[in-house]
């Protein structure tokens, strides 16, 4: 069982993640942690939106490089980063998380709204801003994990559970090793910080088993997932950037075909040749180059 001790997630980690967070309640109580930095009356405001383990510190330089010029807001979905995690795993839902995202915008008000997406931040995004399209200035879009069987196997079979929770095999090993680039101690130290123990990990544990891979209209999240289907179209006019990371084992040439289509108004794909799933910490200069460009023309 793997307890991590001496770590802070409120630390600012050397001075790499310098900014404070705010919490803001959301359902039941649990508090959503967020960072809001950059002017209020910006011409846009980006909102990263991360995946499964990471949290806002994941876009670090993205906060760093646009806050200057644009509003930037890079919240922590509950069970992740500072936010609170709740321990009942009937807790986390998709529709939860959606819904925890539109309350904190509607508190924080932000104008031209960007949302960054990738991993779980496509669902949880795309799920506002399908419900939220007037307020939606345009959309860049990273990869989405289509599950190799084996990472089905590792987080969804037998034992896949406690891998989860005991042995935080996401951070220990799909986020350290998974990439091109293997992550030192230093480096994992920020992910780690959030999930000292096994009940700190019950948000990561659940997020594979939210992921409706059939048709089932039985699966939990088979309701939320079928509502984003069925108003992608309400976007289909918002200009979108579309970077895609090549050595994601993720990657799938069709499901890249399909966000191509699903807008009018693409930039791209800009495909990042050294970049693995987690392509925030593997190329963020050349994302942030293709951003800022692309968004001077918003």
């Known amino acids: 069982m793997r307890v991590y001790t001496g770590l802070d997630v409120w630390s600012d980690f050397g001075g790499r993640f310098p900014w404070k967070s705010r919490l803001i309640e959301v359902d039941h109580g649990a508090r959503m942690a967020l960072v809001d930095e950059g002017p209020r009356q910006a011409p846009l405001t980006f909102l990263l939106l991360h995946g499964n383990p990471t949290w806002s510190y994941l876009y670090r330089e993205f906060i760093r490089r646009l806050s200057p010029r644009y509003r930037v807001i890079a919240p922590d979905h ?9 321990r009942d795993p ?4 998709l529709e939860r ?19 960054v997406i990738q991993d ?29 069987w084996l990472f089905k196997f590792l987080v969804l079979g037998r034992g896949g559970w406690k891998r989860s929770t005991r042995s935080n095999i996401f951070v220990e ?15 994992l130290d920020p992910y780690r ?11 990561i ?38 970077c895609w990371a090549l050595k994601d084992p993720g990657f799938r040439k069709a499901h890249l075909e399909r ?16 970049a693995g799933h987690f392509l925030q910490e593997d190329a963020p200069g050349a994302i942030l180059d293709q951003m800022e460009r692309w968004a001077a023309g918003l």
Not at 90 to 93: A, E, L, M, N, P
Not at 173 to 187: I, N, Q, S, V, Y
Not at 259 to 274: K, M, S
């Open 90 to 93: 009937r807790w986390y839902t």
């Open 205 to 242: 544990a659940r997020f594979p088993q939210l992921i409706p891979e059939t048709k089932n209209p039985f699966h939990e999240s088979y309701a939320a997932m079928a509502f984003i289907e069925d108003h992608l179209s309400r976007l289909r006019e918002k200009p979108a950037l579309i």
């Open 259 to 274: 966000w191509q289509h699903a807008f009018t108004r693409v930039d791209g794909p800009h495909r990042l040749e050294g």
């Open 120 to 148: 779980w931040g496509g669902p949880i995004g795309m799920g506002w801003a399908t419900r939220q399209p007037d307020r939606i200035a345009g959309i860049v879009r990273q990869p989405r994990m289509k599950l190799p």
């Open 78 to 86: 509950v069970g992740f980063g500072r936010s609170d995690k709740p």
């Open 173 to 187: 090993t799909f986020l350290a090793k998974g990439g091109p680039r293997h992550l030192a101690a230093e480096d």
């Open 193 to 203: 910080a959030p999930f000292p123990t096994p009940d700190d990990r019950v948000g």
């Open 97 to 115: 998380h959606i819904d925890n995202l539109g309350r904190v915008l509607r508190e924080l008000q932000p104008s031209r709204v960007v949302p």
